[in-house]
């Protein structure tokens, strides 16, 4: 009888050892996704949170950058458009306050073209820092 009621006491105190490890490996796995201790899982949900980012940064530059091609050349249009104007005034006989307007003018079609090379080469910048080819999963 002793030692049956020895057996279940050993039984027991099995059973408790083993679920105090079971709670111990349980409370050791939040400690580590807690304290800045990254499990594999923690390290795949950072990556796929990362790489949305990554994609989805690409898509914004890369409609950015096709809408400021698409309004590039509209501006070199209008640029190109002005210049010959300027130029057809120019024929003309004007007054000094005319063609100190034309003058202006041509300063601000100037500056429009600078700024529209400006953007172009931002732009340029922006695709060449784009990953070629896209990351896997992007």
């Known amino acids: 009888m002793m030692l049956k009621t020895l057996c279940n006491s050993i039984s027991s105190l099995t059973l408790a050892v083993r679920e105090l490890g079971d ?6 796995e939040w400690c580590k996704s807690h304290y800045d201790l990254a499990t594999k ?3 795949r949900d950072m990556e796929n ?3 949305m980012t990554i994609a989805q940064a ?3 530059l890369n409609t950015l950058s096709t809408a400021t ?3 590039s050349i509209k ?3 209008v640029v190109e458009d002005v210049t010959r104007l300027i130029a057809g ?3 003309l006989d004007l007054s000094p306050e005319q063609e100190a307007l034309v003058e202006k003018a041509k300063a601000s079609i100037t500056a429009a073209a600078t700024a529209g090379d400006k953007a172009d080469a931002a732009v340029l910048a922006a695709d ?5 080819p896209a990351p896997a999963g992007a």
Do not use: C, F, Y
């Open 49 to 51: 949170r990362l790489m």
């Open 89 to 91: 005034l120019g024929k």
């Open 75 to 77: 501006v070199d249009h």
């Open 69 to 71: 091609d698409t309004l």
């Open 128 to 132: 060449n820092a784009l990953p070629h």
């Open 41 to 43: 899982q923690d390290l």
């Open 58 to 60: 690409i898509e914004v």
């Open 23 to 28: 709670l111990e490996k349980s409370r050791w």
